[in-house]
């Protein structure tokens, strides 16, 4: 193989390497806060079984676990999307290698893996968007019911 179609061939995979970079560390962030909604569901989910079942910690124990349920379904959403990304992107890379080494210049395959790689990539942000306005929104609960002093919580 001539070096001018390596050359060829790093240069053409070079953009959707750095898309694999950005969104590794996209999923790195994502799969922090997964972990994060995991632990806290437990906690409240073993507040919640220990509660008094007429009291108003109890419903407001209950409407945090719906909606740290809700962010751990949507970070999960989030996380397969941006690994259905980089697979896309990887499927890119090799088709683009392929093309390249058979001498194909076409890119007829490289193109829609690497639609298929932004469109994942844009599904991933949005679950990870809506996850950001859950959490605002459970945040926005507690403050609203520590203020009313409806609960007393440490």
Request: proline share 3%; net charge neutral.
């Amino acid at each position: 193989m001539p070096t001018f179609s390596v050359v060829q061939i790093l240069t053409a995979s070079i953009a959707p390497v750095i898309v694999i970079s950005g969104v590794g560390l996209l999923l790195l962030s994502i799969s922090n806060r997964y972990g994060r909604a995991i632990d806290r569901v437990r906690l409240l989910a073993r507040e919640l079984g220990d509660s008094d079942p007429e009291s108003a910690q109890r419903r407001h124990l209950s409407d945090q676990l719906r909606l740290t349920n809700e962010r751990a379904h949507m970070l999960r959403s989030s996380m397969l999307y941006a690994s259905t990304s980089i697979f896309f992107v990887s499927l890119t890379v090799l088709s683009l290698f392929a093309e390249q080494l058979l001498g194909l210049q076409k890119d007829f395959v490289a193109l829609p893996f690497f639609a298929l790689c932004l469109i994942a990539l844009v599904a991933s942000m949005y679950y990870s968007i809506r996850d950001i306005t859950v959490s605002l929104a459970a945040l926005e609960l507690e403050v609203r019911d520590s203020v009313h002093g409806e609960l007393h919580l440490p």
